[in-house]
């Protein structure tokens, strides 16, 4: 981050340490909107050494105030990041997502539920398990039978 925004953050903590009057003045700002944000982007102007921008659109006028406003937009990110603040759009995404993920997950068991109870009407939700099971058992004890009758045939071919 760098030392303009700290030295913006610094001076404006330091004019709210100074009093409650600062508090009640920031709380007015909020309550003022745009016409009360005078004072904030004077401090601004100071911290970044900026001067107050004309009414002509200049372009030599106009670049800095670009370059510090996306200065300090970069160390405000900065500054959230380490706080753990998320943005708003990320943070729209992210219950978006979980909203979808929810309907989903209820579909999904309403499906299970009703395959469930498909299984259960005809009688095979238990049964289908234990016929698969015991299908598997078969299988693999004959496939020892078999490979232990090849065993057996090799050694008695050797004696």
Known sequence: MNKQFYEFWGNYFLQLARGQQQIENLSALMKQGISGMNDLAALFRRSYGLTAPSTADNESETRPWQNAMADFQRSANQLAALWGWVPQAEHQRVVQDLETLK??????????GHLRDLLNQEGRGHTMLVDHLKRSLDEQSQQFQSLMESIRKSYSKDD
Do not use: G, R
Request: hydrophobic share 40%.
């Open 103 to 112: 309907k989903k997950v209820k579909e999904q068991e309403a499906v299970i």
